[in-house]
């Protein structure tokens, strides 16, 4: 079983991910990545919070699914707005995703680096040719990388947590 890797591309504009996962769904085509699910974060400059898509093109039997997406988004960019009240859910949720092998440290990261004025492409992924993958993003606004690996049991648990199977 390939390793499975949780990706996070962040980039300087509102735009730069929706042009990236183009691209990477035009890598998967060509078999230089196989996309197990993608997501992309906007965030306009002036909005209050960001707008979250799932890639609907990558929805197939090895998807996460909205749930996923919709606690970790929720967890990144929601939860602080929302006062103490929930800290204890948000505790739990957040042990959670340590045990599936996103922790604090990741979460923390990803929550201080995207921010207005930003975007995020989002990817569950494996079997990526690295080189092949670098140049094609040639010439595009060049993301900041973000990553965890997932091993097998990790990414079993996670979707096990999001009630995926």
Known sequence: ?????????????????????????????????????????????????????QLNSTTGAGALGGAFWGMLFGLLFFVPLLGAAIGAATGALSGSLTDVGIDDGFINRVRDEITPGTSALFVM??????????????????????????NTEQEAALREVFGED
Do not use: Y
Request: aromatic share 6%; net charge neutral; glycine share 4%.
């Open 1 to 53: 079983m390939p390793q499975t890797t949780l990706t996070v591309w962040k980039f300087r504009t509102a735009d730069g991910a929706e042009t990236a996962s183009k691209t990477l769904q035009q890598l998967s085509k060509e078999n230089l990545v196989t996309i197990h699910d993608a997501a992309t974060v906007r965030w306009e400059e002036g909005a209050k919070k960001p707008k979250t898509r």
């Open 125 to 150: 992924s494996s079997d990526a040719v690295m080189d092949k993958i670098r140049d094609a993003f040639a010439g595009q606004e060049p993301p900041e990388l973000i990553f965890t690996n997932l």
